[in-house]
């Protein structure tokens, strides 16, 4: 049974800065490219970042290049988002995803309960 449990939300600042963390089982994530997927309120899912298996390569979405760094444990079956410079355009619940740029989506039936990051004054 996979399980995913992502955390790290809170309410910030613009400016300010959150580190999202994501625990999985239920599949051998050393396998796997990993990602996030953010929704905010009254829009689809957008795809934000993705790192590979191994975690030698990343991709990321025009909105958070820069801004975002995703990173992986393999040994703690954890994936990261660390985000700097945090806007209210960010505001989003944020999930943690199998998958890349082209394939988070064969995965949304694993989802967690997502984090949710709010940006405001």
């Known amino acids: 049974e996979v399980q995913v449990v992502e955390s790290g939300g809170d309410m910030v600042q613009p400016g300010g800065s959150l580190r999202l963390s994501c625990s999985i089982s239920?599949?051998?994530?050393?396998?796997?490219?990993m990602g996030w997927v953010r929704q905010a309120p009254g829009k689809g899912p957008e795809w934000i970042v993705s790192?590979?298996?191994?975690?030698?390569?990343?991709n990321y979405a025009d909105s958070v290049k820069g801004r975002f760094t995703i990173s992986r444990d393999n040994s703690k079956n954890s994936v990261y988002l660390q985000m700097d410079s945090l806007e209210p355009t960010d505001t989003a619940l944020y999930y943690c995803t199998r998958g890349g740029p082209r394939s988070w989506y064969k995965y949304t039936s694993e989802w967690g309960q997502g984090t949710q990051v709010t940006v405001s004054s």
């Open positions: 239920g599949f051998i994530f050393s396998e796997n490219e």
């Open positions: 790192i590979w298996s191994d975690g030698s390569r990343t």
